[in-house]
Nanobody, 126 residues
Framework: HVQLVESGGGLAQAGDSLRLSCAASGVTFRYYAMGWFRQAPGKEREFVARIARSGGTTYYADSVKGRFTISRDNAKNTAYLQMNSLKPEDTAVYYC???????????????????WGQGTQVTVSS
């Protein structure tokens, strides 16, 4: 069965960096565009970043542009989210998601993605 497992979350101070990983199994990873979303307490889940199947195209939410970098290693079936210059408002549960539609474009809606991980908590203190 399909499984996405996030790791790398934790506690950080403002200005620190964290790197999240999303390991995929049960899918042909290179056939899926990958996305990262996050959900802060009391808020709806929101789009963070997306990377195309080949890794050649990326999209970011304005709130993280210039600070976060999404990448993937298709040989390792893993997607990454490098988070630099963290801010307290980045505190959230971070989810990775897989989109097997082969459609191109930003695709920032939750329903654009077929599979989801369980999430990893990121807490940034000021």
């Amino acid at each position: 069965h399909v499984q996405l497992v996030e790791s790398g979350g934790g506690l950080a101070q403002a200005g620190d960096s964290l790197r999240l990983s999303c390991a995929a199994s049960g899918v042909t990873f290179r056939y899926y565009a990958m996305g990262w979303f996050r959900q802060a307490p009391g808020k709806e889940r929101e789009f963070v970043a997306r990377i195309a199947r080949s890794g050649g195209t990326t999209y970011y939410a304005d709130s993280v542009k210039g600070r976060f970098t999404i990448s993937r290693d298709n040989a390792k079936n893993t997607a990454y989210l490098q988070m630099n210059s963290l801010k307290p408002e980045d505190t959230a549960v971070y989810y990775c998601a897989a989109d097997g539609s082969w459609q191109i474009g930003p695709r920032t809606r939750e329903r654009d993605y077929n599979y989801w991980g369980q999430g990893t908590q990121v807490t940034v203190s000021s």
